[in-house]
């Protein structure tokens, strides 16, 4: 079977044009007939590895997938993109499962997800063997070990129910952790036969990284899911009631914000999951059970507001935003209590002594992380093996930081002599309200009212001076004992402060970035009409189309069919299904954007002699030609062609006829189409061309987002476009 039938099934059906990096060699091993072992990121593309030899081979594809819950939306999914798939869990009944698996012996369905528990079932292995499975593909394979963050039980039925199999399928196990520990479990316990093992790259570079150390998270949190307010986010926090009481805080300040933690009722959970991913609740504050298969392409940001345990949870968790390949913030708010608290959680776990090291040392490798000043990407990258990576990324917050020093020495001493004063035998609270002046009883009982720090640091809030703490505990002068009542003990660093031989330096916290405000862009426009879509199928947004593939619509502004099946997402299964009404709210939203009454008008022959339009004329002269125009007869697009024909910019053009520029050059094209000449060398940078015949050669003409992915950021999207117009001849 050859790489070009993957190559075309993956373009009729799911309308993207090249494979990624990775998802080639994991399909070309596959389709060889060898077991296969892919360790990718999330996000990589992990289930397109399946699918696609799926869609290849005869017969039905065993799919095993953790989660009950999400098959429906796998599914859903698969059959958005025209792919025959159903699933069978325990929410069906005998009847049904048996009909189902008769269906899928006849051929109707290329994909069958079965969740493990059902292997345990013997009657269900009687009917699963008369299907002739011949390849089956094991999702979130790291499940079956114990090493591993998620094991499942169930997943150790896989070897016992393969051996009953009277002809052993070609296996797949696909997960992203990448550990030694679970990659070994895997090929063990899932009887891989000297699988291929493939290790993509680790980096995800459309997401950003930033940790934030000694911030007040509260604050911070909810300041950032103001501005962020119509962006899909999910909160981590570390237990339940943090989780509580997050929620309850953000939707207090009239933020929508739903929950997800194993304390609730199935129901609920089921509920909230629904919620964010149908767009209705964008916020969702989850512990770490929330997440795993959740395949929503859309989450634009992951704050974690307790550090988790080790770096392979942190990046899978933070993996979580922008499937889409748009950009994805990722943000770490550290505090000291979280390293008391995951250090306390190893040492009441039931591990042997040899893995509770081993815990800890991963959970150093995360409180590093926490606070390197190096490149953040490269600290992850470094840690999951990788080599030869670029000290700067330009993309974290480490790379991106520009704030000032300030020196806070004066108030970085009055806190250590605060504490050594109070005998170093009480916390962050007591500390602060000392030195804030509290006249609390408990304060005159102790005597503190006499202390020389009492009062010293009146002037500042008691919950600035938490946070100041905070930061000195983060930033190592502090140590927070372990235990239930953690004590503040100084460390040498603070000795050398007190002693005057050191200064403390802290950069002035940063204001994370406002969104200017916009007017309604035609990429609010169709994912409003996106939305629309999904609560009438009663199916998620991004199973209508990715936020990746809106952006292109909005900026390419395909006009007719044949131009929007090149858009990056649109297979032909989702032309035939929503070609249209998206076509249609695009001419729409540009027809509103020009002014009244010039497409039913009809343009009288023009006087060519007519000298008096140059490029260099004054407004007065544009804007009144523009008037006689739009008084005329003449279809827009073409309006637009003589003004450029005329000398006008394609900024004056806009201005003066009141459309966006993107309107402008849209037209420009159009008129193209229709064999018009359009000087496109205008448009093209000299240097730019050669560029882009040469990534056209490569990924060919059919869609812009792989050319424009080749190129240097500098090019535009309508650079692209004039090449291609200009050449068409050619291709
Ligand atoms: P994973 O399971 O590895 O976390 P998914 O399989 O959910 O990742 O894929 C993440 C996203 O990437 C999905 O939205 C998917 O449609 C998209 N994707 C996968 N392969 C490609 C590709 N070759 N080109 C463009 N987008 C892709
Ligand atoms: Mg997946």
Redesign the pocket.
Known sequence: MSMDNALRV?QKY?G?????DG?QKVIESLLKGEDTLAI??????????YQIPALLFQGTTLVISPLISLMKDQVD?LQQFGVPATFINSSLTFSEVRSRIGRAARGEYKLLYVAPERLESDSFGILLRSLNVSFLAI?EAHCVSQWGHDFRPSYLQLGPFLRSLPQKPIIGA?T?TATEEVQRDIVRLLELNQPNVFVTGFDRPNLSFTTIRGENKKAFVLEYAQIHNDQAGIIYAGTRKEVDQLQVFLRKHGLKAGKYHAGMSDQDRQKSQDDFLFDETPIMVATNAFGMGI?K?NVRYVIHYNMPKNMEAYYQEA??AG???EPGECILLFSAQDVVLQRFLIEQSVFQPERKLNEHKKLQGMVDYCHTSRCLRKTILEYFGEEDIQDQCGNCSNCKDVREMVDITLDAQKIFSCIYRMRERFGIGMVAEVLKGSRKAKIFELNFDKLSTYGLMRETSLQEIKDLINYLVAESYLQLSTGEYPVLKLLPAAVSVIKGEANVLKKVSQQPARDLAEEVSLFDRLRALRKQLASQENLPP?MIF?D?TLREMSQVCPVNPREMIRI??VGERKLEKYGDIFLNEIANFREASEPKGVNSTFFPARDTSDATLKPSRERADLNSTAKDMSKNKLASHMQSLLLYQEGYSIKEIGKVRKITELTVQDHLVRCSLEGHAVPWDDFIPLEQEPLILEAVKKVGREKL?PIKDLLPAEVEWFTIRAVLEKHKILY
């Open positions: 993956l799911f993207y044009t090249q494979f990624r998802q990718m990121p999330t996000g990589a593309g992990k289930s397109l590895s999914a999702d696909f992203a395949d392409s993996g979580r499937r889409d390949g991004y990715a990746s990056s997402g987002r």
